[in-house]
């Protein structure tokens, strides 16, 4: 089983005490972690890597990336990424949400 665990978030200060969580457990090292700040790099990682990773930690309002991205609610990104994660892609990789948000719909959409 890969131990490679994808970050996506767009506060990077935020992701490195997960990080160091992550690396006080023996089976993991830094070159284990990939880190991506908008919605358009995670999309392209996940399409081509998404067998790779053992975990992925989605910031559900993370920023789109580029201009020529248009999702209908982009305050919650991170609710496209996590769709095409389970549906489009089919992948059962665990995934982790980190949000704010308290819409109900939002979060009975992300168990």
């Not at 972690?33 to 910031?59: G, M, P, R, W």
Request: charged share 30%; net charge negative; proline share 3%.
């Amino acid at each position: 089983m890969n131990k490679k665990v994808l970050f996506i978030d767009d506060e990077k200060w935020f992701y490195e005490p997960i990080f160091d969580r992550f690396l006080d457990i023996e089976e993991y090292r830094k070159e284990q972690f990939d880190y991506v700040e908008d919605v358009e790099t995670a999309l392209q990682k996940i399409d081509s890597e998404i067998e790779n990773y053992s975990i992925i930690i989605i910031d559900i309002r993370i920023k789109l990336g580029s201009k020529d991205l248009v999702i209908e609610d982009s305050s919650n990104a991170g609710m496209h990424l996590l769709n095409f994660i389970r549906n489009i892609k089919k992948s059962t990789v665990p995934i982790i949400c980190l949000t704010v948000v308290r819409n109900p719909t939002y979060i009975n959409e992300m168990q």
